[in-house]
């Protein structure tokens, strides 16, 4: 996790504008007593938030468990007492407005309900709703879907991000038995499965290789994979972490697709699986390398503008929308990284998350024609895990996604 100083010069204000004009409010409620007891109250708060920029996080040999939970508990405090200063504030100016003399103006004791709502709800995305696995159901058609293919069950997950958990593997044996409850014919995993190092896979190994699909365990890395979170010694320390996490995962049973493809086979027929490394963005490095991936030997002359059904596993929806959904013919890729930002309201089949500023496509699927007018699909799975706060807030439930493939064209 990173903290600009400017961020945490900007926190620390803020904050204390928060607290400065809540203060006046006491004051004029509970009189001076009231006042100490607040800003006694206020100055652990500001304790609390010293002491998580202060411990260790891009140490290797550091987690950033305690640094989510710390900053989270502040943000909760905080967040409800900026939704109180807002509602209070809209008293004062309805009471000026309408020249009110009520001292008590309802809009204070509206701004306590939500703020303390607000703290009960982050607590509960904390406490129950990043533990409560949703399977969504998807189906996708294509009249170039091979006739052995039609029917084809692929269960997707994302963004593990195992470290949040640190050595409790009580949620991922629950994941691990939904997803095999499912009968999936091909697991794919589409990246991110630690925080910072190859270290905090280590205690959930074991677990992780309990996944069973008929036609195996496919994965690529996510942006979190790559150590790029971590202050290392050297290069070298860095490259042996990435090999050590290639090697868990080769242990578990997974086959990584490194800009790399391969042919799904079904009887006579098949289709293509092609992975890519994570297409980053500024200032990440792009290790995704669409061309190697085709260049593989196994691909036996195969290429974008062939007739074969292509599946794509880029960790980033980005790459989808810069590149691929405009050059290519790919069917269907599949990404996770957004995590829909841990907050989504769901209500029928509409849904929102503050993800949808910072993503074009942020959850869910999307489609659009190339520039040959060829349709391209995207899903973007909002992942499972969590990094920056240990919650998942409402609807942002972890996923797993089912995806079944039918041939012809969609009822």
Known sequence: MRFPTLSIIFLFIFSFIIDLYISLDVKQMWKKKGVLVYWGFGILCYALLIVTISLPRRDADSGISAVMWLLFTFLTIYVAKALYMICSL??????????????????????????????????????????????????????????????????????????????????????????????????VFTGDIVNQTSGELTPFTGVLSGLHARDGVYSILGNHDYGDYVDWNTPAEKERNLLKLKEYQRKMGWKMLNNESTFIHNGNDSILLIGVENWGEPPFPKYGDLDMAFADKSLNGAHPNDSTYKILLSHNPEHWNQEISQNTNIDLTLSGHTHAMQAMVKIGNWNWSPAKYRYEQWGGHYKRKNEKGEETNIYVNIGTGEVGMPARLLSAYPEVTLITLRRGEKP
């Not at 409790?168 to 409850?181: E, Q």
């Open 90 to 187: 809209f008293g004062r100016f309805i009471r000026m407005a309408f020249r009110i003399r009520w001292k008590a103006f309802p809009s204070r004791w509206i701004g306590l309900g939500l703020g303390l709502t607000i703290m009960a709800l982050m607590w509960i995305g904390a406490g129950h709703t990043r533990h409560h696995i949703m399977v969504t159901y998807k189906e996708f058609y294509s009249q170039k879907l091979p006739e052995k293919f039609n029917g084809y069950r692929i269960v997707q997950i994302s963004d593990l991000h195992v470290g949040t958990w640190g050595k409790d593997d009580t949620f991922l044996k629950n994941l691990v038995d939904t997803i095999n409850s499912l009968n999936p014919d091909l697991i």
